[in-house]
């Protein structure tokens, strides 16, 4: 039905969107990375960013966004997996995505208060006797507040995957003698670690350059890739040197696409991963 | 297939109707044409109410919005986009945008309320004969504490920010220039300092403030410490008047090793479509009653005479935040740096903000 033409015809739309919206902005920022503040062309902001400074800015960045994934799939994983199993799920999905439609903005000043010295978390450790302790401004209150906004990034293609599962699967690995553990390890879980790659990409690449929940909840004491690059568009207006570590977050941003990408089907899909 | 059409039909119906609505709102209201006054100017930073006098008074309508940093507004105007008729920037920021070609000549024969400035405040270095920019409010930067939460502290120097019994109570501004500067005032260099081995000094000292540091924060200081969740805080005049308005536990001190002076100006930048409109705003905010309630309501200096007149004794006396010409001699106004120099101040900043953890 569909000859060439109009098939030519639907591409279009595409074509528009890459070149104008990924292609040209990538092309962009690359332009800008080779020139210094006199608009000079230069390798400068390259070694730059190898100095100490923006390598430990690199590192600390990995660590708190390893954290913020780690914490979201041990929360996520027996979410979904709870949620696969009861009668509502539908309805208990859209709970957990509704909060992720308020502006995020709001979500964290919400934080500033329940996390402050008089709010409701230190009220509450009040009536055990335990005191008042400083929990806005700590990495706890920022690894929180981030697992909490990502949280529903990370339940969805589990979720997803789960649901997909064919139960007669777990029925026959328990007919055959596997133990809970067993049956997870080596059926469950294989059979849904696309979706676990999928929530991956998800929450830990936007949480590299996470910028603003780092000033408002860890009041600047973590920094991020994404810290650095408004501060440098804004505030420096060194352009030059902001695109070159938007570039490198780029290259970042590919790599881990690479690690979590699918494979080819087949290779995942019957467990023999290895 | 059908109901795609259909679909796509609707939206596209629907955003001609929304459109010409818009349209429509605009031409009743007058947006970006000759009888608006677009104005850039900081968050809380005027009393609204004086806007709504304005438009009944003059007939122009205001569209106004907010800025949090001088180097964002500039970027913003430089960018084009909005035909803004007024901005506030502060004399460095002045000096930056003349040199760019950002700002349009004043033409004082509109002002006739210019008279009403304290001399003090004219003819400074960063614009000569106030060609291009007239004083809004001025102001210092200093420590705002609370004694009730301290043990006698009183910060006549920068030095008791790194006494040892204010861990973890310290907030300071994000801004690099505020911090470094801080830094280099402890040290009694020059807040203007591009010596490399000063730089390097006062960041090893701030690298020594690490342990009181609770936080670097922006606007969201003022709730903090009104709710006395810090001790002390770096922060400029008017927001510490802010702070103890709403908490009057909260005291203000600027150090006696120096500190910033600063000044807010109004200007006319390149890209205003209403002049008349602008001058008719700059000569209304300069009016003694108006600068008088705006003052009031927003806590920082005002350098108009006649308004000081007007206002509260109590307040317009008070040393915290009129400090006398011999105090303000002793404080330093922020020159333009360059760019380069401002790139090493904010390396030097992110490497103090990344070692606070």
Redesign the interface.
Known sequence: MQTKNTKTLYLIPYFTWIVLFVIAPIGLITYYSFFD?SGNFTFDNYRNFFSS?YL??TL?SFWYAFLITLFSLIIAYPTAYWLTKTKHKQLWLLLIIIPSWINLLLKTYAF?GIF???GPINAFLNVFGIGEQ?I??T?FSFIFVSVYIFIPFMILPIFNALDKLNPSLIDASRDLGASSWTTFSKVIFPLTVNGVKAGIQAVFIPSLSLFMIT??I??????TLGT?IE????????WG?GSTIAVFLIIFMVIIMIITGQREKGATSNGKNK | MKEIVRAVIAIIVVCILLFVANDFLNKSSGKAGSDTVTIFNWGEYIDPDLIAQFEKESGYRVVYETFD?N??MM?KIEQGGTSYDIAVPSEYAIEKMKENDLLLPIDHSKIPNFKNIDPYFLDLSFDPKNKYSIPYFWGTVGIVFNPSLLDGQTFESWETLWDPSLK?QV?LV?S?REVIGMGLNSLGYSLNSTDESELQEASAKLKMLTPN??????D?VT??MI???AAVALTWSGQAADMMWENEELDYAVPEEGSNLWFDNMVIPKTAANLEGAHAFINFMLDAEVAAQNADYVGYSTPNIAATELMDEEVTSDERFYPSEEIRDNLEVYNNLG??M??KY??LF??F??G??
């Open positions: 503040l400074v430990t800015l600390s500033i402050g010295l008089y400083q806005l401004f990495d000033r408002l860890a009041g600047n004491k973590v920094i650095a501060q440098q568009f804004l505030v420096t207006q060194n040197m | 940093s180097e964002a970027t973890g907030l994000d690099a540091v609770k936080a670097i924060i922006g969201e709730q903090l709710n006395e969740e760019l380069k401002l790139g904010n390396e992110l490497e903000k990344m606070t953890n």
